[in-house]
């Protein structure tokens, strides 16, 4: 057989092999009246495929690969349903729903690492809905779920935000974006997660260890943004979404445009956001905090009888000012680190530019290649998926030529077999994930200016497998698994002659008088994971959950190597090649209710690490900073670390008054590090206790109405002063209590014949009351600068170190966010399917 006929027949099966393939239809009714319920959607998460029932309650759902797969039907003022359901050629499932308005129904979860439903995983899952980041304003997609329980961001300025998970942080938190690591540069202070926002419908966020499904980097949990659902069978769909904020101006607009024919689908998002510098009460605009981004993405696959591929590229283009906080030392104003034609001070033009390409900033770009399968093997699946990424990153601190360049390339992989039994109850999972990664520094650059080397050049091996049993029974879920990891990590040496002069180069070991920047290192890491855990529903709707997890992370790059000026943070970090991994030990339990009328949950948690891993700034026999290049310098440290605290949430929705729905939330987190001082006993960046409340009236509609699901919110987020801190050598400041104050409004524009919807509007105001207040996880309130001596070892500024929060940076002012959103193509669509309906 000649390549030109193989490939003919490959083209053949993959294309055309049983496009009669299987089906899925089914009816949905109401339990009380047993009346059909149009505009119900049913949705299958594993697959990202679903239909919307007609007017006579029907759906369909065509070309699904043979399987056990959980089932979801939703619809306005009803109670989720969830099913269990074989498909092995044309399959019935009818579906009856009861009357409910919770706005926290019970979903399928894919992010643990074995699907399950919320109520049924014993560890804690968020999921943001994609109704929650309509309805909000937020200059980052890490900032679209900060304000969900136990969530916070460790943020430096608007276009860099850190999700954090219990107190934990950085590399101890694995993003996902449709199941694709997120690794870039997370462990730097000034780099965000690169995730185009308008490409994220909703989120899923593991609360607690998530080692035994993604290994090193998940010890505090994972979070997983998902994109849009795909276009529904024999369908051409999309959307076309603009933004504009009113106190950073920020402009962002995204087209997307999808299709599904027979099983073949492909989906193609274009998205741009552009910004000014924001401002606060105290200072008016803050200078160094303007970014750009823009972002394509595609994806195109099939679903056949043997199961799915699906292809996802991506190329994303960020430029991004990182504020430093240099000021005249007289009049306190913002200045340039360096002047501008003589120009010294920013002015209302060089504010209000959507040009980040003055003073220090960043030029991103992040490219991804995502390939994911599904084969059917027996009564099981086998997922196969691989990708490539590149991250480029070049730091920028005047002019246009970078002085720090670096390239990551990352290769995740994941093969995994997936079965579950059809009246058993039992689902297991085993496989094995990880990845390649490998890291250059770009060459120095020319004089006069000087290269910066954070890290060295490095290449990393992760691997790890796992196995996970889960049973269910009719009220009880029993589930476990163990999980072992192998790191490998190799670093190559670096040394420079003349050292931070124009005339800085890389020569030779054994250069004389070269400087050691670093040395070369081949480090291993091994741990083990696991985790066992149940939940139980009790009577009344009530449940209950615990879960006892052991978690494990190999250092970071940056704890191991760094040897250099933080660009963003002012400060010189080393690191310590001796660290060893850290090892911790967590114990969650909740009790909550899912009742018709409220619910709520209440999630405790107790983690203990071993060789805790953070910075620290390092004193000299005085009592003074050590300093390098006129620089504090923080070196990373290990210390054992007990963090334990509150996540809890509590949701009215009355069957009855369909028209009230009032959601509270609630964060306390206390950290302590045994065996130190009175200033040096908690973690770093324990974020404060937060209380957030909101309230939403949903107006009424009319068959004939123009403006359907109209809703209007008004919301607070009370923050408590946090005075457990780490504030030796002044590391951390205690932070002032603030209450923040928000206000919504959205409709949809429906044509009353036709009931397709026109517009969807969302207009949000977050910090109402336009306070100056600093956030206790926002690095901005360490920046502070002022032009002093003009020494060249300190870019022309005299060091400063901030001792009260109100010599740094202040958190964004009044802000008011509006949104359009123009639905392209579909079907008629009812009540159920409208954006900000949930």
């Not at 022309?796 to 193509?825: C, D, H, S, W």
Request: charged share 15%; with cysteine.
């Amino acid at each position: 057989m000649s390549m030109r006929q193989f490939i003919t027949l490959l083209l053949v099966f993959l294309w055309g092999h049983d496009l009669d393939a299987q089906t899925l239809s089914g009816r949905v009714t109401d339990t009380a009246t047993q009346q059909s319920i149009p505009g119900v959607v049913i949705y299958i998460p594993q697959l990202k495929l679903g239909a919307t029932t007609d007017t006579g309650g029907f759906y369909k759902i065509t070309h699904i690969p043979n399987g056990t797969y959980d089932l979801e039907a939703q619809y306005l003022g009803y109670a989720s349903s969830i099913k269990h359901v074989t498909i092995n050629g044309a399959t019935t499932l009818n579906f009856a729903l009861s009357a409910s308005s919770s706005n926290m129904q019970e979903v399928v979860i894919t992010a643990i690492g074995i699907k399950t439903t919320s109520l049924r995983s014993p560890v804690p899952v968020t999921v943001v809905a994609h109704d929650m980041f309509l309805q909000q304003s937020s200059t980052n997609v890490v900032d679209g779920i900060a304000t969900q329980p136990g969530i916070t961001a460790i943020t430096t300025g608007p276009g860099v935000s850190k999700p954090e998970i219990n107190g934990l942080g950085y590399n101890r938190v694995l993003t996902l974006f449709d199941g694709e690591r997120q690794e870039e540069f997370q462990w730097g202070d000034e780099h965000g997660v690169l995730i185009d926002p308008y490409a994220v419908y909703n989120a899923e966020i593991i609360r607690g260890a998530a080692s035994l499904q993604y290994g090193a980097n998940a010890m505090a949990g994972v979070v997983s943004f998902k994109s849009e659902p795909l276009a529904e069978t024999g369908t051409i769909q999309g959307s076309v979404l603009s933004e504009y904020q009113t106190n950073n101006g920020l402009i962002g607009n995204s087209v997307d445009i999808g299709s599904n024919h027979n099983g073949f689908i492909w989906d193609v998002r274009a998205s741009n956001e552009d910004a000014h510098c924001y401002s606060d009460p105290k200072d008016g605009y803050v200078w160094g905090t303007a970014f750009t981004q823009s972002n394509i993405r595609a994806v195109i696959g099939l679903d056949r009888k043997w199961g799915y591929s699906h292809l996802t590229v991506s190329a994303l283009h960020k430029q991004i000012e990182i504020p430093d906080g240099n000021r005249d030392s007289t009049t306190d104003q913002f200045e340039f680190d360096v002047p501008q034609n003589g120009q010294i001070y920013p002015n209302r033009a060089n504010f209000l530019s959507y040009h980040p390409d003055i003073s220090s900033y960043q030029v991103l770009d992040h490219d991804e290649v995502w390939w994911q399968n599904s084969f059917n093997v027996g009564a099981g699946k086998i997922g196969v998926d691989i990708g490539y990424t590149q991250s480029q990153r070049h730091e920028i601190d005047t002019g246009n030529v970078p002085e720090e360049n670096m390239i990551v390339n990352d290769i995740p992989y994941s093969v995994k077999y997936q079965v579950a039994g059809d009246n058993s109850g039992l689902k297991f999972t085993t496989g094995f994930n990880g990845m390649y990664e490998f890291m250059k520094n770009g060459p120095e650059p020319p004089a006069p200016y000087i290269g910066d080397f954070e890290i060295p050049n490095y290449n990393l091996f992760d691997i790890g497998g796992y196995g996970i049993l889960q049973k269910d029974f009719k009220k009880l879920t029993l589930s476990g698994g163990l999980r072992y990891d192998i790191r490998s990590m190799n670093g190559q040496p670096m040394y420079l002659a003349n050292y931070y002069t124009p005339q800085q180069v890389e020569v030779p070991a054994g250069t004389p008088g070269a400087y050691t920047q670093f040395l070369p290192f081949n480090n291993t890491y091994t741990g083990f994971s696991g985790s066992i855990g149940a939940t139980y529903r009790l009577p009344a709707h009530y449940y209950i959950k615990l879960n006892l997890a052991k978690s494990y992370r190999a250092p970071a790059i940056n704890e191991l190597t760094s040897n250099e000026v933080n660009p963003g943070g002012d400060l010189y970090e080393l690191g310590d090649r001796n660290l060893k991994p850290e090892s911790g030990y967590e114990a969650d339990a909740a009790f909550g209710n899912n009742g018709r009328n409220i619910n709520f949950e209440v999630d405790g948690f107790y983690n203990f690490i071993n060789n805790f891993i953070f910075s620290d700034r390092m004193t000299n026999i005085h009592g003074g900073d050590t300093t390098a290049l006129g620089k504090s310098i923080f070196q990373y440290k290990a210390n054992t670390a007990i963090i334990a605290g509150i996540a809890a949430y509590f949701n009215i929705h009355p069957v009855n008054a369909k028209w009230l729905e009032i959601d509270n939330g609630f964060t306390y987190i206390y950290s302590f590090l045994p065996g130190q001082t009175d200033s040096t006993q908690h973690v770093p960046w324990t974020p404060a206790p937060r209380f957030t409340s909101e309230v939403k009236f949903k107006l009424s509609d009319r068959h004939t109405s123009i403006l359907r699901s109209t809703y209007i919110k008004f919301g607070l987020a009370k923050y408590w002063a946090q005075n457990d801190i780490y504030n030796a050598y002044w590391t951390e400041l205690p932070s002032q209590a603030y209450t923040l104050y928000n206000a919504g409004i959205g409709t949809n524009f429906v044509n009353p014949k036709t009931k397709h919807i026109l517009c969807s509007l969302f207009i949000n105001c977050t910090n109402l009351m336009n306070i100056a207040y600093v956030d206790h996880t926002s690095r901005e309130q360490y920046f502070w600068a002022y032009n002093g001596v003009n020494d060249p070892n300190n870019d022309g500024k005299a060091p400063a170190i901030v001792t009260r929060q109100n010599e740094g940076i202040y958190n964004m002012g009044r802000n008011v966010g509006i949104k359009l959103l123009f639905p392209i193509g579909g079907h008629k669509v009812s009540d159920a399917e409208l954006p900000g309906v949930q």
